[in-house]
């Protein structure tokens, strides 16, 4: 009898041991990471430009008697994780314009200058959803509690030079975190601040794709700036992607009409008129590069230049 109630209790001794040591703490597999699996230096193609004009938090998250909605912090966040991803991909110039009057206000007050980028794309977005909720479980000997984070996110992709809503799309994002004890014994968990940030970032890490494809489908474009004895000179460099011996598409652009259905008035598709080869490449920044090309086939009409465009496909 005593052998029993002494093996019994090694048992139940092995048990809380055993038990009580394998306290877990895990993120649910939609947390993402800021760079997962992009490598930005692999990119050799054309840039394009592109700026974050608004991220709002729409939501009731937050919003307390004191709240200002042009410092929310959750919009902030947003924006700087979108930042982080879209510079990640390698295939963007990036423009600040979220920050842009306290950009101007130091070049201003210090001096300076700064010259304004016309961006490719605009994007517009705003969490849309957002809300934190702790569950558990209590078992006879153990107790499990879990803080799961859900967010969604809404994002809309502009065509500058047209106003047209390119891409719309909206992504939903949850970050989940579990503790567990047996026997009183285990791992005790707080209040886990970095669940929003992983909730957000899994949201909008969804859509990322969507606007790189989005954008790269659509042809890079640029213009002639001088065209003359000295030579022919067109807009971008080597920040956007531009090598010597590049070969790009002219095209004569086609004529703006409105459309009825719309009301909006719109391009209508160009021909192509002539191709140009990259002899050189010039400026330091976005603001002031160039390259000087030279005419490979057909013909430009050097009076008129503001009526082509140049692309790469």
């Known amino acids: ?91 963007f110039v990036l423009l600040e314009r979220a920050d842009a009057e306290k950009i101007q206000a130091e070049i201003n007050n210090y001096g300076g200058s700064a010259q304004k980028v016309a961006a490719d794309y605009l994007i517009i977005g705003s969490i849309t959803e957002f809300g934190r909720k702790t569950t558990g479980d209590v078992g006879l000997v153990s107790r499990t509690k879990r ?16 106003g047209q809503i390119v891409y719309s799309e909206e992504g939903h994002g949850e970050a989940e ?29 969804k859509l990322v794709d969507n606007i790189e494809q989005t954008c790269m489908d659509r042809p890079w474009k640029s213009y002639f700036l001088s065209y003359d004895k000295d ?42 008129v002539a191709k140009v080869s990259v002899l050189m490449l010039g400026g330091t920044t976005i603001t002031d590069e160039y390259a000087i090309v030279e005419l490979t086939d057909g013909s430009v009409n050097s009076a008129n230049l503001a009526s082509y465009v140049i692309q790469d496909k």
Not at 44 to 56: D, E, H, W, Y
Not at 147 to 162: N, W
Not at 179 to 190: A, C, D, P, R
Not at 257 to 268: H, R, S, Y
Request: some cysteine; aromatic content about 6%.
């Open 1 to 91: 009898m005593k052998l029993f109630k002494f093996l019994g209790l090694g048992l139940i001794s092995f048990a809380m041991l055993s038990c009580g040591s394998t306290a877990t703490t895990t993120v649910s597999k939609t947390e993402g990471t800021l760079n997962e699996g992009v490598n930005a230096a692999s990119y050799q193609g054309l840039k394009r430009t592109v700026a974050i004009a608004r991220f709002s938090n729409e939501t009731e998250y937050a919003k307390g008697a004191f709240y200002d909605k042009e410092n929310d912090p959750l919009g902030k966040q947003a924006v700087d994780i979108l930042s982080a991803k879209l510079a990640a991909k390698g295939k």
């Open 231 to 272: 030579g022919i000179i067109i807009a971008g460099g080597a920040k956007q992607g531009l090598k010597v011996g590049s070969v790009l598409s002219v095209y004569e652009r086609g004529k703006q009409v409105k459309n009825p259905q719309t009301g909006m008035m719109i391009e209508l598709p160009g021909k192509q």
């Open 177 to 205: 975190t579990e503790s567990s004890t047996t026997l009183g014994m285990g791992g005790v968990q707080g209040y886990d601040a970095t669940l929003s940030d992983k909730a957000i970032s899994a949201a909008i890490e």
């Open 147 to 162: 803080q799961t984070v859900q967010a969604g996110v809404s994002l809309r992709l502009v065509d500058v030079a047209t």
